[in-house]
Structure formats: structure tokens, C-alpha cells
């Protein structure tokens, strides 16, 4: 079958999903379990390889390596995980849609769990795409769709200022991303990336030009995924957008932004470019400052969902490290292979932080880290789950996200770059504290409560949990595991 099939399939699923919910009357959760359905077949299809080849009349644009078939099934995860973790939300996003919620119990939850199968087509698409125009109308996609999602929840001021600042800052990230895409275009004469890269190889003339349409392409992608001086709106977007989409968005649009940049770094840094060299120093610098920032600023959040936007723009600053460490031969890996890996195991433990915090805020409990209080004692079992996610992200010895990071900071010493190893250190313990702020507050006693708060789960969130701290827990002690999914 040809590998677009897989993206089309699921971009008619979503239109037909989207059919049924404005004309049947059918329960809303069928809609949420026949987009799993068809996002486990997909997935069935990348694991298997039999996507197949790519016509050699799309190769211009289009290609199917082992980085795309990587980022196609991480994609297709990321969204059946959101998918998953709206049918927990579901009474939230009732209550914030309908006119009269105690009416109309599943009010606008049809469309909410079809539009992720969109984003999912773009980031497929995403993973794919070799030339300019293809990037552009995919990341667009991508982009769009999550402008529904984060202002879905319309009677709510905050999810209403989310879209807001979502939407006027995304405008500006691809206006600089278009500007600087033109302006490449204008000086090689080329749309495909790898055009580009051989005229970058072979250019002869002055390279400001060249640098200057590189760093308007680094910062519209620097929006993308949160990078700093570009995070601002991730904070906001972050606490007032539905807890699934904020999950979609600390994973799902951070892995679409960095397959592009690996691509686009990728082309800028070919052997013999004229900007390699300026573009390693941009890429270290904002990830440097992106790691400080993030960590510093995570310290004094009271809000877990703010916290985790934060964090999020950490982990941001280590992967943009990761990609501007060129010579990581000592690892056995290209530097967007150790980006790819540390995404990898950035999805479960994000996942099972934003599982949790739905249930609970069905549940009716707040998103401060002081509602968290009691949780490992009234049940246990969520309260360890949280505990080992959070433990993950702050990067503790035996779990994926010590693994991580172990590559990115072993990538800077192979490099040399020593400043931004000590960076990365500082960074690191720094998570430490906050991280284990809200681990104190799981296990300590609830105020003024018997008993903490004790969230249900539904059947395929307590699969999905189970899977996910398991995936923390293996890749911990044997890294191999996803490591040989993103070397080929």
C-alpha cells in the first residue's frame, strides 16, 4: 500500500466521524472508540512496514525513511493517548460547551474527540516532507486544528484567552517561518531541502542572506515548540486550554516542531554549508537559555499544569542541545536520532501526569499542586504512577527520562561544548526541586481532609496508565528498547 494511504485513511476517518456526530444519534463515546480503532490499525501498519515505498514521482517531496516511520507511530501514540484521556475529560468539556449541561450530556464531545485524528494527518504528514511547500501545509494543518482544540471549551474565559494568544502568536511563528522560507527559495532557486542543502554546499556568494532567511525559519520553529524568547505563550495557552490538549500539545506539537527542525538543521548543517557554523551557535544558545529559563521559572509555579508548561520549555532547550550536537558518532547515533529518542521517552511520563490530573479534574478536584495532597494515600496505585512520572522527568537514575537526558549531556561532552553541559546539569537539578515539590505533595496529608483525592479510571486509561509506567520503568534499564526503534 502506499504510505499516504495511512494519512488519508485517517483524515476520512475524521471526516466521517465528524458526519455521524452532526447527523446520528449514537452515544459520543463510539465516536472516541472508532477513532482508536482506526489510529490502532494505522499504528498496526507503521509497526509492520507495510506502509511500503514512496512512488519515485513523490520522492521530490515526500520520502519514507526510518525518522518518518519513527515520528509517524510516535504521532499516532500521542493521539490515541489524548483520544484516551478526553474520555475522562469528557464531563469538563460538557460543562463548558453546552448551553444546558444537566440537558445535553454530550454536547460538543463528538467533534473533540475527531479533530486530533486531523492534527495526527499533519503530523504524519509532517514527518514526511522534504520540501518547503509540503513542511508549510502540513505544520499548517497541524496548527490550525489546534486552534480549535485549544479554544474548544468556549464558555470558558480561560480556554477563550488560550485561543486568543495561541492564535495571534501562531500567526507571527508562521509569518517569520513563511518569510524566512521565501527568502531561502529567492537565493538557491529550490524548494526541496535536499536542493538546498547541495547549494548551500556549493555556495560561492555572500552568506548573510543565506543566515539571514536561517534565522527567520529557527525562530518561526522556535514558536513551534516553545523555545525561548518564543515561549511566552505556553504558560497561558498551557493552563487555559482543554488538560487533553495541553497534553497534545506538550507532546504531540513539540514532536511535529522538531521532526521539521531536525530536517531543516539537518539541511543547514550539510557537510560544507555556509551557515553550519552560525546555525550550531543559534541552536546552543537557545537551548541554553531555553533550559535556564524553563527550570528557573518552574520553581515558583503553583499550578501543576503551569509547571508542566514549563517544564515543557525545558525539555525544549534539551533537544535543541541534542540537535546541535553534529559529531555523535561515540553514541552510535545522529544527533536528530538523540533528539528523537528523548521524545520517546518524554510521551509516557507527560502522558501519565495529564492521565491523572483529567481524572481528577472530572472529579471535580483544582489543578494546584495542593489539590494533589493526600492522593498516595487514598489510592496508592495513582499516587506511585504520578510519583514514577514525576521522578522521570526530573531525570532519577532507572527511568526513561534519566536516559534522556544521559544522551544529551553525553552528546555535549563528545562535542565539547562545556558550557552547556554545565547548563544541562544545572538544569537537570534544578527539576529536582520542583519536580519533587509535587511528589512531597502526593504523599503528604491532605488539609482539612479525611482522605485525598481518589479519581476513578476507566478501563482503557487504567491500560494506558499501566503501559506507560511500565514503558518509564524498562526503557530505564534498557534503553535499547527504543533505541532500536529510532536506529535503522
Known amino acids: 500500500m502506499s504510505p499516504l494511504s495511512l494519512e488519508l485513511g485517517l483524515g476520512l476517518l475524521g471526516l466521517v466521524l465528524l458526519l455521524v456526530e452532526s447527523f446520528a444519534n449514537m452515544p459520543r463515546k463510539l465516536i472516541a472508540y472508532a477513532a482508536i480503532g482506526g489510529l490502532l490499525a494505522a499504528l498496526a501498519v507503521v509497526v509492520s512496514g507495510a506502509a511500503g515505498s514512496v512512488p519515485d514521482s513523490l520522492q521530490e517531496f515526500y520520502v519514507v525513511d526510518p525518522l518518518a516511520l519513527f515520528y509517524k507511530g510516535f504521532a499516532i501514540i500521542a493521539t490515541l493517548a489524548t483520544i484516551i484521556i478526553s474520555l475522562e475529560y469528557a464531563p469538563i468539556i460538557n460543562q463548558f460547551v453546552a448551553t444546558h449541561p444537566e440537558r445535553t450530556k454530550e454536547a460538543g464531545l463528538g467533534e473533540f474527540y475527531s479533530l486530533p485524528l486531523f492534527v495526527c494527518v499533519g503530523m504524519m504528514v509532517m514527518a514526511s516532507a522534504v520540501d518547503l511547500i509540503t513542511i508549510f501545509v502540513a505544520l499548517e494543518l ?131 554549508s555556509v551557515v553550519a557554523g552560525p546555525v550550531i551557535q543559534i541552536l546552543l544558545i537557545l537551548g541554553g537559555a531555553t533550559i535556564l529559563l524553563g527550570n528557573l521559572a518552574a520553581i515558583a509555579q503553583t499550578n501543576f ?123 537537570a537539578a534544578t527539576g529536582f526541586y520542583y519536580y519533587f515539590k509535587v511528589i512531597l505533595a502526593v504523599y503528604s496529608k491532605a488539609d482539612g481532609q479525611t482522605e485525598g483525592p481518589n479519581p476513578d479510571l476507566g478501563l482503557l486509561s487504567k491500560v494506558s496508565l499501566a503501559v506507560f509506567v511500565a514503558a518509564i520503568l524498562v526503557v530505564g534499564v534498557y534503553p535499547d528498547l527504543i533505541r532500536f526503534a529510532v536506529v535503522k
Request: charged share 10%; net charge positive.
Open 305 to 427: 499544569k503551569r509547571l508542566l508548561g514549563y517544564s515543557s520549555i525545558a525539555h525544549a532547550g534539551y533537544l535543541l542541545v541534542a540537535l546541535a550536537c553534529v559529531h555523535t558518532g561515540g553514541l552510535k547515533m545522529t544527533s536528530g536520532e538523540v533528539a528523537a529518542f528523548y521524545l520517546a521517552t518524554y510521551l509516557p511520563m507527560t502522558f501519565v501526569c495529564f492521565l491523572i490530573l483529567s481524572a481528577m479534574r472530572a472529579k471535580g478536584y483544582g489543578e494546584d499542586i495542593a489539590s494533589l495532597k493526600g492522593l498516595g494515600r487514598a489510592n496508592p496505585t495513582l499516587g506511585l504512577a504520578l510519583a514514577i512520572a514525576l521522578a522521570s522527568l526530573a531525570g532519577l537514575p532507572l527511568t526513561a527520562g534519566f536516559m534522556g537526558k544521559f544522551f544529551v549531556i553525553f552528546a555535549t561532552v563528545l562535542e565539547g561544548y562545556y558550557t552547556y553541559l554545565a547548563i544541562a546539569v544545572i538544569g
Open 142 to 272: 497541524v496548527t490550525v486544528s489546534f486552534y480549535v482544540l485549544v479554544a474548544f471549551m468556549r464558555r470558558s474565559a480561560a480556554s477563550l484567552e488560550a485561543g486568543v494568544k495561541y492564535l495571534i502568536l501562531g500567526a507571527l511563528s508562521t509569518g517569520l517561518l513563511v518569510y524566512g522560507m521565501s527568502w531561502l527559495y529567492g537565493m538557491t532557486g529550490e524548494l526541496s531541502l535536499s536542493g538546498i542543502a547541495y547549494k548551500l554546499a556549493h555556495w560561492e556568494g555572500n552568506s548573510a542572506p543565506i543566515l539571514f532567511a536561517a534565522g527567520l525559519m529557527l525562530a518561526g520553529l522556535a514558536f513551534k515548540v516553545g523555545a525561548v524568547p518564543f515561549h511566552i505563550w505556553i504558560p497561558d495557552v498551557y493552563q487555559g486550554a482543554p488538560t487533553p490538549v495541553t497534553a497534545f500539545l506538550s507532546v504531540g506539537s513539540k514532536a511535529a516542531g522538531f521532526v521539521v527542525l531536525t530536517r531543516i538543521v539537518g539541511t543547514f548543517l550539510t557537510p560544507g
